[in-house]
């Protein structure tokens, strides 16, 4: 990425085209970590009357586009799940190329998601799992975010720097839902952890069973419109929301 790193704000999305770059993770001090660590203390993501606010995070490299289209086809399932919560915004962030990782601006209409979407293409790269979990970090503490969703199936990073980062969203009560497509034995390992260390959940689905995706997806839903009550409530009657709820600190 070259050039000043563009963030969106708001609730409307930006073009795919010129979607707003993930800015470089960079190296903190001493003085930055403190700081870190008393925000993380006075945060409340849980506030009353806050907006149920999920960055929807999908992994957009080559191989990804049967997922990806499968994606763009469920998301409405977050918007109707949690209708009845409270209102829902989600983040999409993806990556995708050569050190390409974008994130669109607030969205509260499935409508408008969809078409979004519908514009990104997948391209070939390895995965930046790293930006996705700063960009994660730094969205919640600029303006809160109840829950992270991340789909992939490949990681490709060096995962103790991933779990430094997954702990700093643990300490920040913002938990991760891990959706992994397929039986890779290395992104198991590390996104089992990334989940565990987020207070949050890793649960796999089978290559193209939108089904299976669309029941995990309605209960992480849930938990960022409701909290653990309105994921609790869904768990008896959903094979999703049972899998999350029963892996949760």
């Given at each position: ?36 660590v008393a925000k993380a203390r006075a945060l409340s993501p849980h506030a009353p ?197 029963s892996q949760m600190k």
């Open positions: 990425m070259s050039g000043e790193p563009i963030k969106p704000r708001g609730g409307d999305a930006v073009p795919a085209q010129a979607g707003g770059a993930v800015p470089q993770a960079g190296t903190s001090t001493a003085d930055d970590i403190a700081a870190f009357g806050a907006k149920g606010r999920l960055i929807f995070a999908l992994d957009a490299t080559m191989s990804r586009q049967p997922t990806w289209d499968m994606a763009c086809a469920l998301q409405a399932d977050m918007f109707r799940e949690t209708a009845a919560l409270g209102s829902l915004d989600i983040r999409l962030v993806y990556y995708r190329g050569l050190n390409e990782c974008r994130a669109t601006g607030w969205i509260s209409d499935s409508t408008r998601l969809a078409a979004l979407m519908s514009k990104i293409d997948c391209r070939g790269g390895d995965t930046q799992i790293g930006k996705v979990l700063t960009e994660a970090r730094r969205e919640a503490i600029a303006s809160g975010v109840r829950a992270v969703v991340f789909v992939g199936d490949a990681m490709e990073e060096n995962v103790d720097e991933l779990c430094a980062r997954a702990g700093e969203l643990g300490m920040l009560k913002v938990p991760v839902f891990v959706f992994q497509e397929g039986h890779d034995a290395v992104a198991e390992q590390a996104f089992r952890e990334i989940a565990r260390l987020t207070g949050g959940a890793w649960c796999r689905f089978d290559p193209g069973a939108a089904a299976q995706l669309r029941e995990l997806l309605r209960a992480a839903a849930a938990y960022a419109a409701g909290g653990r009550a309105a994921l609790l409530r869904l768990a008896t009657s959903a094979s999703g929301a049972a899998k999350l709820i």
